[in-house]
């Protein structure tokens, strides 16, 4: 599932860590119902990942496209609060789904993402492994598959493992824009496949991004997504 939330409350020094769909912190305002979503920590320097994915992009990606998610979430929950029509309401759903999965979408995907350094594309034995042998055939074979499956998406998306909770397996998932992964999907990995995650380095050519990648995925979290999603 999702990534674990920090809620600060405000006007206090107690702090929760809930359950949520997002990664990043949450801040409570006193007195109102509405929420101020901040641009969460990347686990890491924004060289490590290199020479797979620059810092460059990285620190792009990180400071300038979600914190533009961030931004467009809080305006848009601020409107809804004051909404006072049906049809005011319907209006900013768009405005909500596409910053609010960009949002939720980008806090998953950095803790995705390892330095090799740290054990970043390294599978170790284990659950996950063994599924992905049971559903793909072998990992190299899920590795073409899903590859093949994200770098087809037209426009703009993500590419994901997700855990089927209804047929209890592995499955390659797209979806469009910032839709994030939802039931009966638990997300495993998930990989940005818009323009801005890979072209100031790889350019158009999605296949090499994606043959790259790999070599930083955490499945050591990866691994932890599956445990979880199969209890």
Same mark, same amino acid.
């Given at each position: ?128 492994? +063994? @599924? #992905? ?7 190299? &074979? ?5 590859? /093949? !499956? ?28 910032q839709d994030p992964l939802l039931a ?26 994606? +043959? @790259? #990648? ?7 979290? &990866? ?5 979880? /999603? !199969?209890?």
């Amino acid at each position: 599932m999702y990534s674990l939330a920090r809620t600060t409350v405000a006007r206090s020094s107690i702090t929760t860590t809930a359950r949520g769909l997002a990664a990043g912190r949450t801040r409570f305002v006193a007195g109102s119902a509405a929420s101020v979503h901040t641009l969460p920590d990347l686990p890491y320097a924004y060289d490590a990942l290199e020479p797979h994915i620059s810092a460059e992009i990285m620190k792009l990606h990180h400071t300038k496209h979600h914190q533009t998610y961030v931004n467009g979430l809080n305006a848009a929950e601020e409107s809804y609060g004051k909404a006072t029509t049906t049809q005011q309401k319907i209006a900013l759903q768009s405005a909500l789904k596409f910053n609010g999965g960009g949002h939720v979408n980008h806090s998953f995907f950095w803790k995705i993402l390892a330095p090799a350094s740290s054990g970043g594309g390294q599978l170790s034995d284990g659950p996950l492994k +063994a @599924a #992905i042998e049971k559903d793909f055939g072998s990992v190299d &074979a899920f590795k073409k598959q899903f590859n /093949a !499956t994200t770098a087809a998406i037209q426009g703009s998306g993500w590419g994901w493992l997700g855990y089927n909770k209804d047929r209890k397996k592995l499955e390659i998932v797209t979806t469009a824009n910032q839709d994030p992964l939802l039931a009966p999907y638990v997300p495993i990995i998930g990989v940005d496949i818009w323009e801005h995650a890979f072209y100031l380095q790889y350019k158009n050519v999605k296949p090499d991004y994606l +043959a @790259a #990648i790999w070599n930083v995925v955490n499945f050591k979290q &990866a691994e932890t997504h599956f445990r979880d /999603a !199969t209890k």
